[in-house]
């Protein structure tokens, strides 16, 4: 690399860094797939729930690191306007005028040549990202100037991040509280800052509301998101043996998404022996080495993947054996929890509530307490009919996060994982599926996954060799 491309690189990358009007660029990227309606209707829900007040969300403030598998926009500014590629632009959401404006930097020389197609606010219309207006970025504070100027009483809510936010934000070190670790923290408290009189506050509530129930194109894709991960999934179980490293499997999640005209979701976790146990898993985002070990015969392994498709998120996943054969405790606590699981599915439906699922699978685990032969199946359903044994045994959205809000009511046209998660004899059990609840009850979008005991041995088994 010679030294004039390392000095531009070098400069790029401290002017994205500054999040200044004059250092970041947006371009025309909508998606293709998703009717101009749709959009509008999203609108209109954040209109209702606004009343008077605003919402503001940010695209992606920075290009993609060189270790990103590629470059994804934030979540909620893609689910408004459909662009893929903008850089440091600001939607406004306006509950009292019921308008979307976006404002949009020019590009500045230096990255262009990371992003030469990229067009400043003149280059692009209102239609191609779905809102009323687009204006140069400086105009954003104006804008929010003459709102109050008219009526200072709304709230301004600021987009949190999401899922990636929420890991920004849960830290709680001494750089959390000073704003250094967290730069959703530091751009509400800028914005706080601008408008010292105004009441700033998350807008993380009202946008999981909004996106909550998909929209028959989200399903659509999601579909395809769900299909692909059954796919990777199987990749990654036909990789674990005892001596291979668990990035080993990993890369073959990786590869299947790929093959399958996706991406990974999030880097895979074929998490073996202690790592299987939460919540160690959670510290391969603080390991350079993914808490990679070789797999050992007699461990167990929690293969939890998901594949990427035109933005929408995968998860799935399944405890295995990495010696292809569950001991006979561990067998039972697998069809223990299977059984659990099935009984939780059994409520979910439209008007369900989060708490009315795991009630009725703990309860299906103590009406089968009693008959169980090991000890390690017993230790197990004395630790999930314990109040407090299954702390991490969940429910949550999956859409263009890969773990998003739900809340305690399910509807119709939600999407979710049902993720039971407990740990017993320091080995780690889990089960998830993608499911679309409906009216009637739901639909388990990732298909052809095994679940028992028996039927996880017989997929890991050779093919010709599983009768």
Not at 131 to 160: E, G, K
Not at 287 to 298: C, E, I, K, S, Y
Request: proline letters at 6%; charged letters at 20%; glycine letters at 10%.
């Amino acid at each position: 690399m010679n030294s004039l491309l390392r000095r531009l690189i070098a400069w790029s990358v401290l002017l994205v860094a500054s999040m200044t009007a004059s250092t970041v660029a947006g371009a025309q990227g909508a998606a293709p797939t998703t009717a101009f309606s749709t959009y509008a209707q999203r609108l209109a829900r954040a209109y209702s729930r606004l009343g008077n007040d605003l919402l503001i969300i940010r695209s992606r403030w920075a290009l993609a690191g060189a270790t990103d598998a590629a470059f994804d926009q934030e979540p909620s500014f893609f689910y408004f306007t459909g662009d893929e590629r903008l850089l440091g632009a600001v939607l406004v959401i306006d509950g009292a005028t019921r308008r979307a404006e976006l404002f949009v930097p020019n590009l500045p020389p230096p990255l262009r040549l990371f992003a030469p197609s990229q067009a400043g606010p003149a280059g692009l219309s209102p239609s191609s990202v779905h809102v009323d207006h687009v204006s140069d970025w400086n105009a954003f504070a104006s804008y929010v100037d003459d709102r109050l100027s008219h009526d200072p009483r709304p709230t301004i809510y600021v987009d949190d991040g999401g899922y990636a936010g929420g890991l920004a934000g849960a830290l709680g070190t001494p750089f959390d509280r000073t704003t250094l670790g967290n730069p959703w923290l530091v751009w509400r408290r800028s914005i706080q800052q601008r408008w010292p009189n105004a009441a700033v506050q998350s807008g993380g509530a009202i946008i999981s509301q909004v996106r909550a129930v998909k929209d028959s194109g989200e399903i659509g894709t999601l579909r395809q998101v769900a299909a692909a991960s059954a796919v990777a999934w199987v990749a990654g179980l036909h990789r674990v043996a005892p001596g291979r490293r668990q990035r080993e499997v990993e890369a073959a999640v990786v590869e299947a998404c790929v093959r399958n005209g996706g991406d990974v979701s999030f880097w895979p976790w074929a998490m073996s022996g202690p790592n299987s146990a939460f919540p160690t898993p959670f510290t391969s985002l603080d390991d350079p080495r993914h808490l990679d070990r070789a797999m050992q015969a007699g461990d167990v392994v929690r293969l939890d993947i998901g594949c990427q498709v035109d933005h929408y998120q995968g998860d799935v996943g399944r405890t295995v054996p990495v010696s292809g054969a569950f001991s006979a405790g561990q067998a039972e606590v697998v069809d223990l929890l299977v059984a659990a699981y099935r009984a939780g599915l059994g409520v979910l439906r439209d008007g369900a509530t989060v708490s009315d699922v795991i009630r009725a699978s703990v309860a299906e685990v103590a009406r089968r307490q009693p008959a169980l032969r090991t000890s390690l199946g017993r230790d197990a359903a004395a630790v999930i009919t314990r109040p407090d044994g299954i702390p991490f045994w969940q429910l949550h959205g999956i859409g263009l996060d890969p773990a998003e809000g739900l809340p305690d009511t399910l509807h119709a046209g939600m999407t979710m994982d049902y993720e039971p998660i407990f740990v017993v004899g320091d080995q780690g059990f889990y089960m998830e599926d993608m499911i679309l609840v409906t009216p009637a009850g739901f639909e388990i979008l990732t298909t052809g996954l095994p679940y028992t005991a028996a039927e996880i041995e017989r997929a890991m088994r050779p093919r010709g060799n599983r009768e």
